[in-house]
């Protein structure tokens, strides 16, 4: 049962250019939306987070938009560089309960110099 | 990496055998974590530990023992190794902050079952 669906699996963008990453859930009680960058052979590193009272929130070049109604939030990232290429995992809890914490599937981000 | 250290980095051992996966953390957190990546399926927990002899199964515990006798250690068995256990396995560990559990990973263990 995959309760956060990530999309798309892969995603080769320019530099410069904004890739989008867009999550899916179901389950309605998830209050806490956090976002993982991982580099090959690191382990995940959590990059922004947002709640649900808020639509947007911004932290340097990295953007997450929630509509909490359609139950969805993506991952924008202003003028991707090559150093942002990496996979990326957006993720749900309830609570802000790590034990309650569910990954989406990954998206792995090539950024072409 | 938040001061966790996973040992080893890199396993290949057959089917059948057990196998032990060790991670040791420097800053005295009372949860750690043992999650599983696969393609496909992003991380799913395996073990998780609120304290010293105190853990729970997650998801995916199938398979899978974990002890923790020192705050500092948190130890994954698998004790007859199966192709399905084929994976990365990362250890964290978390910080409350902002109302939230914010995990940190350390860089994991590729483990091959031959």
């Known amino acids: 049962q995959q309760q956060v669906k990530q999309s798309p699996q892969s995603l080769i963008v320019q530099k410069g250019g904004i890739p989008i990453i867009n999550c899916a859930y179901e389950?309605?009680?998830?209050?806490?939306f956090p976002w993982y960058q991982q580099f090959p052979g690191k382990g995940p590193a959590l990059l922004i987070a947002?709640?649900?009272?808020?639509s947007e929130k911004k932290e340097g070049r990295f953007t997450i938009s929630f509509n909490k109604s359609a139950k969805q939030f993506s991952l924008h990232i202003m003028d991707s560089q090559p150093g942002d290429s990496a996979t990326y995992f957006c993720?749900?809890?309830?609570?802000?309960?790590?034990?309650?914490?569910?990954f989406g599937s990954g998206t792995q981000l090539t950024v072409l110099p | 990496d938040a001061g966790i250290t996973q040992s080893p980095r890199h396993k290949v051992t057959e089917t059948g055998t057990p196998v032990t996966l060790r991670c040791h953390q420097t800053?005295?957190?009372?949860?750690m974590y043992w999650y599983r990546q696969d393609p496909g399926h992003g991380l799913r927990l395996i073990h998780y530990?609120?304290?010293?002899?105190?853990?729970d199964k997650g998801e995916v515990s199938d398979g899978y023992s974990v002890s923790r006798s020192k705050t500092e250690d948190f130890l994954l068995t698998l004790e007859s190794a199966t192709s399905s256990q084929t994976s990365v396995y990362f250890c964290?560990?978390?910080?409350?902050?902002?109302?939230?559990?914010?995990?940190?990973f350390g860089s994991g263990t590729q483990l091959s079952v031959l």
């Open positions: 947002i709640r649900p009272d808020v």
């Open positions: 389950n309605t009680a998830f209050d806490y």
């Open positions: 964290a560990i978390s910080d409350w902050e902002d109302g939230a559990e914010k995990l940190f």
């Open positions: 993720a749900a809890s309830s609570r802000g309960s790590a034990r309650q914490l569910t």
């Open positions: 800053e005295n957190h009372r949860y």
């Open positions: 530990s609120y304290g010293v002899k105190d853990t």
